[in-house]
């Protein structure tokens, strides 16, 4: 599995698209209510729940964010209980249940991204989309056809345990508004990865993420993101109505 976290190189009319079956296969699994039952009152009958229902993502969760250990280790449960009970990651689980008690606008806005992206790349697999609480390492989880939402890095720019962490520019992105935003740049760079891209010259890794924002941009039927390289693409395509939004990811 690969794991694409969200960090600060990101900067900063609802459209309806054609394609309603596609919207409609899109659901968003909120994990972290069954996690927060388990990590607040070691709810055993949640801890069954993560495991059965939701392995691949407690997996995920023990170790390749939290790193705590082997899923399949005998004392892992405790291992995890015990990781969770830090006073800040209570604040945190508290926050997340407080905030994020419904995820409607969320869901539509992302069905109706997705809906426009399978109309335009119609092998385009609309993704299962699950929501956790980590512990402020990564924001966004792609891997295996699955996006995962780490609500506990987007509480929004004035929650107070931000303030001991990160500077006013990286908050700027840690709201409400980002996640879908965030879920499509990052589930589009999976899909059409920068061959080396860590040894790849600035200004080609610039235009590349450049191309992709653009594309997600189209696809959130707004101008979400706003960076040099995208208002490239931008023009390019002006220039270029006959280009897909396909051939330009793949060019």
Not at 157 to 165: A, F, I
Not at 186 to 201: A, G, K, M, Q
Request: glycine share 4%; hydrophobic share 35%; with cysteine.
């Amino acid at each position: 599995m690969c794991i694409y976290c969200l960090t600060s190189i990101l900067g900063c009319q609802l459209n309806l698209w054609p394609d309603a079956n596609a919207a409609e296969e899109l659901r968003i699994e909120r994990y972290d209510r069954v996690q927060s039952r388990f990590l607040t009152t070691g709810d055993y009958s949640a801890l069954q729940q993560m495991n059965t229902l939701y392995p691949m993502e407690t997996r995920t969760l023990i170790e390749n964010m939290l790193e705590i250990g082997n899923v399949d280790q005998e004392d892992i449960n405790e291992r995890l209980l015990k990781f969770y009970q830090d006073p800040t990651l209570q604040n945190i689980i508290s926050e997340v249940g407080k905030q994020y008690a419904m995820m409607d606008d969320i869901k539509e806005e992302m069905s109706s991204a997705f809906a426009f992206l399978h109309e335009e790349i119609p092998e385009l697999e609309i993704p299962k989309v699950y929501t956790q609480i980590g512990a402020l390492g990564q924001s966004i989880i792609i891997g295996d056809n699955n996006i995962g939402i780490c609500l506990d890095k987007y509480l929004g720019v004035d929650y107070s345990v931000y303030k001991k962490y990160y500077t006013p520019s990286q908050t700027k992105g840690m709201t409400r508004e980002n996640i879908v935003p965030d879920c499509l740049l990052f589930y589009l760079i999976s899909l059409y990865p920068l061959d080396n891209f860590e040894t790849s010259p600035q200004k080609v890794r610039d235009a590349h993420i450049g191309k992709v924002m653009y594309v997600a941009n189209k696809a959130l039927g707004k101008s979400f993101f706003d960076t040099p390289d995208v208002h490239r693409f931008e023009e390019f395509h002006k220039k270029h109505p006959d280009y897909t939004l396909r051939k330009i990811l793949e060019q």
